[in-house]
């Protein structure tokens, strides 16, 4: 490793609390620290967020991260701000800012305090903060969910398509895209747009090996289906889609009275209420969100461990993002979609309103998830093929986790009818979509075909002896072979590839299954999915659990901010009983450790006596944090009631410094008593009010508490009220 590469390991290990990237992380970020155009595609839990979150955090100047919703935002920054002790490391700018926290975020910028500044591009857009970008220096820009600007895209977003006008004002500036779905087509449309067409591409894999996929018929007794689903996989988190609002409301009902703790989650809730109910979710105060669409994007729970969609989604993309929310931990992820023809149509209902080239894309894109819903061949081949990716469906990572694979169709030889369906394509020269392909060889008469006089041709009608349904299913498994391919740029036309071709001269075996017939009488088998991860100790795996949540309670975070799975895990299995062993788990960094370490320290130290625990000697590492050598000074000379300005002066740092050493002397559960110094700030009753406020309030977040005082209180008094509170209540 060079210096260089050993430096970035370091800030890895500094910030986030790992040893190692994953995947491709380490060359996304060489290259935008070489100040390339870079394009990143890479699935949902990949760890995209990690790709420009680090260089920012060790560049001079301010990213921008454009990102389409204020749920993500809020999401990304809080997660951020739990790695620094400084509020100001990133920040929100967008519509719901107060002209007193706009102020805040444009002083920390120009300070230089602010690494990363998450934007809506609406925001982008006003002239007053394109023009207050042009003073500050910017790092880089990185445009998250990037598909947002494809119309091929599963969620299009107009605005996005002037990002490219307004970056290039902002002076000669990198970029990075990075979307976490996207067809040939959409990247193609993002580099275009994007202007970027000499970007380096970062391609990850698209399998998730730890998803179990599987398809059921939705019959009339789905609900009870669900719910008895749900109970097998009792105290698990899990998210369950549907198309309108109505039937959130209804199925989210049907759960509670089933004894389900499950809230509503659409965009017909106020916003509090959606807040309220996201953060239920995310601190384990209910195990099931039932929603629209309108849940999850960022959504950064990694321990979901089912996904079911109620309605089929409208294209692939949608569906692959959905199901991605499950298992992001790498631990069990069970995808369960249910269908039937009738919803289908029921979109191409919807669709029919539009303008005919919106129809055109809406109806290409839903015909690829019937095929996926019906198909009999492996789902994990089928969707791989669909994101452009060749998957070896025997000896693949994940092979056998879908419903096709564990249960197989019998199959038949196909081969004369492989070579029929590709002179059919062939001969009718590169005209049809798929179902008038189909048509001609059941010799089907339909006004497209009229029009091209096919049915005046000696071969149509050739394969009459099949039913539609064996062609279509023989044609999809056809075009995963590679044998046809679909012409996405002209809404699914098929076309004969080269080895087609050579098929039709050399004809070898094609072992061909089924398409699945979806009829209300369909077996309801349940699959159990992959095993979830071994943990060494599970009971005090438990009773690390039960802890994380009551610390995430008291400080009002979601457990995953306290520490993630994969940590309690590493916890479970290597009992650090000190702060040095605590910064040698997995994802703990000195911040995590230092904040939240005391209380799992002591609960390990306990349990390792109790039960008489040999623990392993290789943890025993020196710790490389060093610690604060004013925390003595600071607590001895608040004991002797001196004031905070002597102190600070004395130390010669800021009082903003001052005050974050003293937050981080009381958030790792020493008391400080500072009434002495705040009574000369604020009265008594002043003081009762911000001190109900913090009691009320979910969480000790400053930037609320500021929103919520709406000026009456100043930062720099809310923190020491903040100190005081947390070192009277807390410690």
Avoid at 423 to 436: A, F, I, M, N, Q
């Amino acid at each position: 490793m060079n210096s260089n590469e050993i430096e970035i390991h370091k800030e890895l290990k500094k910030y986030f609390g790992f040893s190692q990237f994953k995947g491709l992380q380490e060359q996304v970020i060489k290259s935008l620290l070489n100040k390339q155009n870079t394009f990143v595609i890479m699935p949902t839990g990949g760890g995209k967020s990690l790709c420009y979150q680090l260089p920012a955090l060790i560049q001079e100047g301010t990213a921008i991260v454009v990102s389409p919703l204020i749920a993500l935002m809020k999401n990304q920054v809080d997660a951020i701000r739990s790695l620094s002790s400084e509020n100001g490391i990133a920040h929100v700018l967008n519509s719901s800012l107060t002209k007193t926290e706009i102020a805040q975020v444009k002083k920390d910028i120009t300070s230089g305090l602010t690494k990363l500044l998450y934007v809506a591009p609406e925001s982008l857009t006003k002239e007053e903060y394109v023009n207050f970008l042009k003073t500050v220096r910017i790092s880089f820009v990185a445009i998250d969910e990037a598909h947002c600007i494809s119309e091929w895209g599963h969620d299009f977003r107009p605005e996005y398509r002037n990002l490219k006008h307004i970056i290039k004002q902002l002076g000669d500036l990198s970029i990075i895209g990075l979307t976490a779905t996207a067809t040939p087509k959409v990247q193609e449309d993002i580099l275009k747009n994007l202007d970027m067409c000499d970007a380096t591409t970062f391609k990850a894999s698209f399998n998730r090996p730890n998803l179990y996929y599987e398809v059921r018929t939705k019959t009339k007794n789905i609900e009870s289906d669900i719910i008895r689903f749900i109970k097998q996989h009792k105290g698990k988190s899990g998210i369950i889609y549907c198309l309108s609002r109505k039937k959130v409301e209804a199925i989210a009902e049907v759960l509670q009275v089933n004894g389900i703790s499950a809230v509503p989650y659409h965009a017909g809730l106020d916003a509090k209420t959606r807040a309220k109910h996201q953060d239920m979710f995310l601190m384990e105060d209910v195990d099931v969100v039932v929603a629209t669409i309108a849940f999850g994007m960022g959504i950064d729970k990694p321990d979901v461990r089912f996904v079911i969609h109620h309605d089929i989604p409208k294209s692939l993309e949608s569906y692959y993002q959905e199901t991605g929310r499950a298992g992001r931990d790498g631990g069990e992820g069970h995808c369960l979609a249910y269908y039937s023809y009738k919803d289908v149509e029921k979109l191409e209902k919807f669709m029919s309103g539009k303008p005919v080239a919106e129809q055109e894309i809406g109806s290409a894109l839903l015909q690829e998830v019937v095929a996926y819903a019906e198909t009999s061949m492996s789902r994990r081949k089928f969707l791989l093929h669909y994101f452009g990716e060749e998957f070896d469906d025997v000896t693949g990572e994940g092979a056998d986790m879908d419903d096709n694979v564990r249960n197989p169709k019998t199959k038949t030889e196909a081969k004369a009818e492989v070579v029929q369906l590709l002179e059919v394509v062939r001969d009718t020269k590169h005209l049809y979509k798929s179902k008038e392909v189909v048509f001609t060889l059941i010799g089907r008469v339909n006004a497209v075909i009229k029009a091209h006089r096919t049915d005046a041709q000696s071969f149509f009608g050739c394969g009459s002896k099949q039913d539609e349904k064996y062609w279509m299913a023989l044609l999809r498994q056809v075009l995963v072979a590679g044998y046809l391919s679909k012409d996405i740029e002209t809404y699914g036309i098929v076309k004969i590839t080269d080895k087609g071709l050579d098929f039709i001269k050399k004809p070898k075996s094609f072992m061909m299954s089924e398409d699945h017939q979806y009829n209300e009488s369909f077996d309801e088998a349940i699959v159990t999915a992959s095993k979830s991860t071994g943990v060494a100790d599970e009971i005090l795996m438990g009773m690390l659990r039960d802890l994380r949540k009551k610390v995430a309670k008291k400080v009002g975070v979601p457990p995953f901010v306290v520490f993630q799975d994969p940590s309690l895990e590493d916890m479970a299995l290597k009992y650090p009983v000190s702060q040095e062993e605590l910064i040698n788990i997995h994802g703990v960094g000195e911040g995590k450790a230092k904040k939240y370490g005391k209380e799992f320290l002591e609960l390990i130290s306990r349990y390792v006596a109790e039960n008489d625990i040999t623990r392993p000697e290789d943890l025993v590492v020196k710790s490389t944090g060093v610690n604060s050598v004013n925390k003595l000074y600071i607590i001895q000379n608040i004991d002797r009631k001196l004031s905070l300005d002597d102190i600070a002066s004395a130390k010669g740092i800021k009082m903003d410094v001052l005050i974050k050493e003293m937050e981080q002397i009381v958030y790792s559960g020493t008391k400080l008593n500072i009434k002495y110094w705040i009574d000369d700030m604020l009265d008594d009753e002043q003081q009762e009010e911000i001190h109900e406020y913090f009691m009320e309030s979910e969480s000790d977040n400053i930037e609320a508490a500021l929103k919520e005082f709406d000026g009456e209180y100043d930062l720099c008094e809310l923190r020491l009220m903040r100190i005081k509170f947390i070192s009277e209540v807390a410690n």
